[in-house]
C-alpha cells in the first residue's frame, strides 16, 4: 500500500512545487506586456499564440501597441524575397523604442532565427533574444537572462516537440475561426524550400489534445477551425492501447490514427462546427481523406494542392516526388469523390532551367484544372536550400516576370468562371463579421471558400449559419442575399 502511495505523494508535490514556482514566476512579472508581430504562414501565426500562451502562465499580457509593450518579438518567415530587409528594418524602429524604454526586450522568433542569430544578436546588436520554433518553451527563462543583462539564444530543433499539452491564447481573434496545429516541420525536400531546415524533422501531435482544443473551441463559441501542418496528409499518430489483461501475449497494441481517422475525430464534436485544413502535399493525399471529406458535412469541400509545376522535369529538380500524370490523377480523384470541391493551388514560375515549353505545361495544367484560386510567385532563391545548392538561378528576371503575368491573367479568367458558376445557388455561409466595405453588410465563407458578402438583417449575427442565394460575383467575391 505504501508503495503506491509514495509515487503518488511525489506527483502531487511535483506539481504543487511547478504550480508554486509558476504563481512566483506570474508575480514577477504582473502585468509585463508583450507584443508579438507574425509574418508568414498560418503556423507562424498560430505559433505566436502559443508563445502568447507560455508567457501568460508567466503573468505577461498581450498588447496590439508595441509603444507601451515591455516584451517585443517579431515571429519571423523566410519564404518571401527581402524578409530579412525588412525585419531589419522593423528592429531598427523598435531600437528607437528601448530609449524611452531601456528595460524593452526585443528578440526574434520563428523561421529566420537560425539564420540570423549572430547577425542581428551580435554583429548589428538590433536584439536580445533568438528563439528558434521548437524552443518557446525556454521563453521564460531566456528572458529571464535578457533582465539579468546578458544576450539569449536557443534555436535547437526537436523530434519531439508538439506544444501538445499548450492552449493557445487566440491572437486578433473573431471568435469564430481558430488556427489548430497538428504537426511540426515537414521531412520532405523540395528543393527550393527552407522549412525542412527551418522547423525540422516532420512530428504529429496526440489526437486527444487536438480534439479537446477543437471541443474547447466550439464550447467558447468558436464555429470554425483550420487543421494545419506543413503536408497534413502525412500526419501519424501511433498510440498503445491497452488489450485485455486474459490475453497475456499481447495485452498492448499499436493503434494508429492518420489524417483521415483525425478529420472524422475533429467533424464529429459537433455538425456546427466546420473543419479545415492546410495543407495537402500531392504525394500524401489519399482517397481516405477525400472520402472523409465527402462523408461529413461540416468537413469543407475545399482542397488546397500545390502544384508549383506542370511539367515533370521541373517537379523533380523541385524534388516533389510526383509527376504530371500523378498530379492529374489526385485532381481526378478529387473531382469523382467531391463533386462539389473547390480546389487552390501555388505555381512557382521560372524554376532554374525551365524552358517556354515546361512553362506552357503549367499553364496547361491550369487550363485542365481550372483552380478556383492561386498563389503565384516568381522563381527566387533562398540561401540554404537544395536548388540553392545545386542549380543557377538562370532564368532571366524578365522571362519570369512574363510567365507570372501569363499564368496570373490566366487565374484570372479561372476564379472568376468558378464564382459565375455559383450564381443561382445558394451557399450555406458562417458569418464572420461586417464586410470590409459597409457595415450594412455582413461577410462570410461558403464551404468552398468563398468571400460572400450580403445584406446585414434581422435574426442572424455573426458566428451563425445562412443560406445565402448568389445573384452576383466578382473575381474574388460573391454577392447575394439570405433566404
Ligand atoms: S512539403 Fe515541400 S514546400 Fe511544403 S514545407 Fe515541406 S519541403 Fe517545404
Same mark, same amino acid.
Given at each position: ?5 509514495i509515487p503518488d ?225 502525412s500526419y501519424k ?18 493503434? %494508429?490514427?492518420?489524417?483521415?481517422? *483525425?478529420? +472524422?475525430? @475533429? $467533424? ?7 473543419? !479545415? ?120 528576371? %524578365?522571362?519570369?516576370?512574363?510567365? *507570372?503575368? +501569363?499564368? @496570373? $491573367? ?7 468562371? !468558378? ?10 455561409v458562417l458569418i ?52
Amino acid at each position: 500500500m505504501m508503495d503506491l502511495l509514495i509515487p503518488d505523494k511525489t506527483h502531487d508535490e511535483s506539481r504543487q512545487g511547478e504550480a508554486l514556482m509558476l504563481k512566483a514566476e506570474a508575480a514577477k512579472n504582473n502585468g509585463r506586456k508583450l507584443y508579438i508581430e507574425s509574418y508568414g504562414c498560418a503556423m507562424n501565426f498560430s505559433d505566436s499564440e502559443i508563445v502568447a500562451s507560455i508567457l501568460a502562465e508567466r503573468g505577461f499580457e498581450t498588447t496590439p501597441d508595441y509603444s507601451v509593450a515591455d516584451v517585443i518579438f517579431i515571429n519571423t518567415c523566410s519564404i518571401r524575397e527581402n524578409a530579412e530587409q525588412r525585419v531589419r528594418n522593423r528592429l531598427k524602429e523598435f531600437t528607437v523604442a528601448k530609449v524611452k524604454n531601456p528595460g524593452l526586450v526585443v528578440g526574434v522568433l520563428g523561421c529566420m532565427a537560425e539564420r540570423l542569430k549572430s547577425k542581428f544578436l551580435e554583429e548589428e546588436k538590433l536584439v536580445d533574444v533568438v528563439v528558434g520554433p521548437d524552443a518557446y518553451r525556454d521563453l521564460p527563462n531566456l528572458i529571464d537572462r535578457v533582465d539579468d543583462g546578458q544576450k539569449a539564444v536557443n534555436v535547437l530543433l526537436s523530434r519531439e516537440e508538439t506544444y501538445a499539452d499548450i492552449s493557445p491564447v487566440r491572437l486578433n481573434s473573431n471568435g469564430i475561426n481558430a488556427f489548430v496545429s497538428i504537426m511540426r516541420g515537414c521531412d520532405n525536400m523540395c528543393s527550393f524550400c527552407v522549412v525542412p531546415f527551418t522547423r525540422g524533422r516532420e512530428r504529429s501531435r496526440d489526437p486527444k489534445s487536438i480534439v479537446a482544443e477543437c471541443q474547447d473551441l466550439f464550447d467558447k463559441g468558436y464555429r470554425e477551425v483550420t487543421l494545419l501542418g506543413q503536408n497534413v496528409d502525412s500526419y501519424k499518430w501511433k498510440s498503445k492501447a491497452e488489450g485485455s489483461e486474459s490475453d497475456a501475449i499481447s495485452s498492448v497494441s499499436e493503434a %494508429e490514427t492518420n489524417f483521415a481517422n *483525425l478529420l +472524422e475525430m @475533429v $467533424a464529429l464534436i459537433s455538425p456546427d462546427l466546420r473543419v !479545415r485544413f492546410s495543407t495537402s502535399h500531392p504525394k500524401d493525399i489519399t482517397d481516405e481523406v477525400l472520402y472523409a471529406i465527402n462523408k461529413y458535412d461540416n468537413i469543407c469541400n475545399y482542397i488546397h494542392l500545390p502544384v508549383q509545376s506542370g511539367n515533370s522535369r521541373i517537379l523533380d529538380l523541385m524534388n516533389r516526388t510526383y509527376d504530371r500524370e500523378w498530379y492529374i490523377n489526385r485532381i481526378d480523384a478529387i473531382r469523382r469523390i467531391i463533386p462539389d470541391c473547390a480546389i487552390s493551388t501555388d505555381v512557382i514560375t521560372g524554376f532554374c532551367s525551365e524552358t517556354d515549353e515546361e512553362h506552357k505545361d503549367t499553364v496547361s495544367m491550369m487550363d485542365y484544372v481550372k483552380y478556383d484560386f492561386a498563389y503565384m510567385f516568381k522563381y527566387s532563391e533562398r540561401p540554404g536550400t537544395l536548388a540553392a545548392k545545386r542549380y543557377a538561378d538562370d532564368i532571366p528576371e %524578365e522571362v519570369k516576370q512574363k510567365r *507570372l503575368t +501569363e499564368i @496570373v $491573367a490566366k487565374q484570372q479568367e479561372y476564379s472568376f468562371y !468558378r464564382m459565375q458558376a455559383r450564381i443561382g445557388r445558394v451557399e450555406r455561409v458562417l458569418i464572420e463579421g461586417f464586410s470590409k466595405k459597409s457595415d450594412k453588410d455582413y461577410c462570410g465563407r461558403s464551404d468552398q471558400n468563398a468571400m460572400v458578402i450580403f445584406p446585414v438583417g434581422e435574426g442572424y449575427k455573426p458566428g451563425e449559419y445562412v443560406n445565402v442565394l448568389i445573384e452576383r460575383s466578382t473575381t474574388a467575391t460573391l454577392i447575394g442575399r439570405v433566404v
